[in-house]
């Protein structure tokens, strides 16, 4: 039996941070409403010469460098976004061309704020059928090209940012502790389109379009859809949510976060939480804080690590994985 394990991590940022006060100056909000409301004290926003594309590949490089293999090992790349550099081709094809690896396997998932959960569930199942030996799994998003910088219902909730696992498949060893992905779950409602979705496309409007979101709907649905499909995942897997060394959550609001942990009764000191210094970075948000939780020393090797996020369309889905 195969199983997918994290060989490394990596993410990007642009270089502008924007603060919350500096935000206040040009649109109708406080530093208090946005800190209290989601948790997000600042974001970065991409500037010229900044896109998906080059964001994914920083991030790309950083986990390939982590994981110590040369580019060309790769066989498959999947890159979550909703905000491509193009509408066709896909992102992933453009990270491939710039890390100079022709040949295997590249194309773009788009599940919004869930997309990384679908990028790593369909990596993991093509390294277990030897599709591939080694994938790139990446999540980037410029939402801040999507963004209603009018509506300030949603403009200070998002960031621009990529972060990209490296994964390889190896034989299983069947032993307490053994690395790899253990189980995942994803769900999709399409009924909730109107909940968050974009108002614009190529076969609607001809126009990239702008984010639309009722926020407080969608934060009611995403505390107990996230619940449910946490405790799915731990079932699946036999393991009981006790057992999680760390959370890593897709970063929408230190309230969810918060909300989630509770109902899985889980203290919050296991939740990694970016939030604050990323806001929501949509897919890119989950391997972000992974990156950050392993960088700044507290997911190790050997930790049981639950990904979950939940977005547009309704989607969402949870993966746990021993480091
Ligand atoms: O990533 C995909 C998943 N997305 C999410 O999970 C987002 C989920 N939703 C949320 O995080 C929260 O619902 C929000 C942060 C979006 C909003 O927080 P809320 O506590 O649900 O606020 P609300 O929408 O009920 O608005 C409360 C008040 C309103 O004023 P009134 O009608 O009570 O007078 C808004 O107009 O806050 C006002 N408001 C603001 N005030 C200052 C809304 N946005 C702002 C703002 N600054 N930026």
Redesign the pocket.
Same mark, same amino acid.
């Given at each position: 039996m195969i199983r997918s394990v994290i060989r490394g991590s990596g993410s990007a940022l642009p270089a502008r941070c924007v603060s919350n006060a500096e935000l206040a100056e040009r %649109?109708? #909000? #406080?530093d208090e409403?946005?800190v209290e *409301?989601?948790g997000i004290r600042q974001r970065y926003l991409a500037g010229e010469g900044e896109t998906t594309a080059s964001l994914a590949t920083d991030a790309a490089r950083a986990a390939l460098d982590d994981a110590g293999f040369d580019a060309d090992s790769i066989g498959l790349i999947i890159l979550a976004t909703s905000t491509p550099d193009n509408t066709f081709p896909a992102s992933a094809t453009k990270v491939q061309a710039a890390l100079g690896t022709p040949g295997g396997i590249a194309f773009d998932v788009q599940a919004?704020?869930s997309g990384f959960l679908y990028a790593l569930t369909t990596a993991d199942a093509m390294l277990r059928t030897g599709m591939a030996k080694r994938a790139l799994v990446i999540g980037a998003e410029t939402f801040s090209r999507i963004l209603d910088w009018e509506d *300030? #219902?949603?403009c %200070?909730?998002f960031g621009d940012g990529a972060g990209a696992l490296v994964l390889e498949a190896e034989e299983f060893r069947d032993e307490a502790g053994a690395p790899g992905i253990i189980a995942s779950a994803l769900h999709a409602d399409g009924a909730q389109h109107d909940l968050?979705y974009v108002d614009g496309g190529p076969s609607t409007t001809q126009t990239v379009g702008h984010l639309r $979101?009722k &926020?407080?709907e %969608?934060?009611r649905h /995403?505390v107990v859809n996230l619940a449910q499909v946490l405790r799915e995942v731990l079932d699946g897997a036999g393991l009981t949510a006790e057992e999680i060394d760390w959370v890593v959550p897709?970063q /929408?609001?230190a *309230?969810?976060l918060d909300a989630t942990a509770r109902k899985l009764g889980l203290p919050p000191e296991k939740v990694i939480v970016t939030v604050d210094q990323h806001a929501?970075t949509?897919a890119a948000s989950v391997p972000l804080a992974f990156d950050h939780g392993v960088r700044s020393g507290k997911i190790a090797r050997g930790d049981l690590v639950m990904f979950e996020a $939940?977005? &547009?369309g309704f989607t969402w889905g949870a993966s746990l994985a021993r480091y």
């Open positions: %649109v109708d #909000t #406080t409403w946005i *409301r989601t919004v704020c *300030r #219902t949603t %200070v909730l968050l $979101m &926020g407080r %969608v934060f /995403a897709h /929408a609001n *309230r969810i929501n949509s $939940m977005g &547009g």
